[in-house]
Antibody, heavy 115, light 109 residues
Framework: EVQLVESGGGLVQPGGSLRLSCAAS????????MHWVRQAPGKGLVWVSG????????NYADSVKGRFTVSRDNAKNTLHLQVNSLRAEDTAVYYC????????WGQGTMVTVSS | QAVVTQEPSLTVSPGGTVTLTCGSS?????????PYWFQQKPGQAPKTLIY???NKHSWTPARFSGSLLGGKAALTLSGAQPEDEAEYYC?????????FGGGTKLTVL
């Protein structure tokens, strides 16, 4: 089955860090751009970051630049998002998405930033 | 970063036709912005309906179509069904980022 499964979310204090992961199965993720998208409770979708197929090019939304780092391990068919210096406004469900048609979305992992 | 705008809400009658639009603060949306359209129902992950302006996935109902209209990307729903009630988001690609619109809540009533 073709799917993306995110993990690594949780409750973290302001200023804390987490490492989100996204495991791809049923297809070779190394052939595609991959993206992270987040959605705060009751709010709209927000693109967070993207990474090209070999990891040599990364892009970030202004709101996370300098705090978040996207990476990938193509040998393990896995995407990561290191999220640092977390703020309350980073509270959201984080989805990973396969690029180029965006046909595959994960189910999301919840990140809650609260003291 | 650019701002992408959508109608906050629209209502369509069952069997009717409605067009959702997606504009960019940088000017006209063109095919070079590779606009996408997504559908999201409560409690579910988004589902991609349209990519690169007008291309459909295998699961996209034929009643949905994408186009460019008056400098905006457009999603037209022809023959609305009750199950089409959902939030719809567009996405526009720029040189180093992609930006979602704020979403359109579509009511079928």
């Amino acid at each position: 089955e073709v799917q993306l499964v995110e993990s690594g979310g949780g409750l973290v204090q302001p200023g804390g860090s987490l490492r989100l992961s996204c495991a791809a199965s049923g297809f070779t993720s190394s052939s595609y751009w991959m993206h992270w998208v987040r959605q705060a409770p009751g709010k709209g979708l927000v693109w967070v970051s993207g990474i090209n197929s070999d990891g040599s090019r990364t892009n970030y939304a202004d709101s996370v630049k300098g705090r978040f780092t996207v990476s990938r391990d193509n040998a393990k068919n896995t995407l990561h998002l290191q999220v640092n210096s977390l703020r309350a406004e980073d509270t959201a469900v984080y989805y990973c998405v396969r690029g180029e048609g965006w046909p595959i979305w994960g189910q999301g992992t919840m990140v809650t930033v609260s003291s | 970063q650019a701002v992408v705008t959508q109608e906050p809400s629209l209502t369509v009658s069952p069997g009717g036709t409605v067009t959702l639009t997606c504009g960019s603060s940088t000017g006209a949306v063109t095919s070079g912005h590779y606009p996408y359209w997504f559908q999201q129902k409560p409690g579910q992950a988004p589902k991609t309906l349209i990519y690169d302006t007008s291309n459909k996935h295998s699961w996209t109902p034929a009643r949905f179509s994408g186009s460019l209209l008056g400098g905006k990307a457009a999603l037209t729903l022809s023959g609305a069904q009750p199950e089409d009630e959902a939030e719809y988001y567009c996405l526009v690609s720029y040189s180093n980022a992609v930006v979602f619109g704020g979403g359109t809540k579509l009511t079928v009533l």
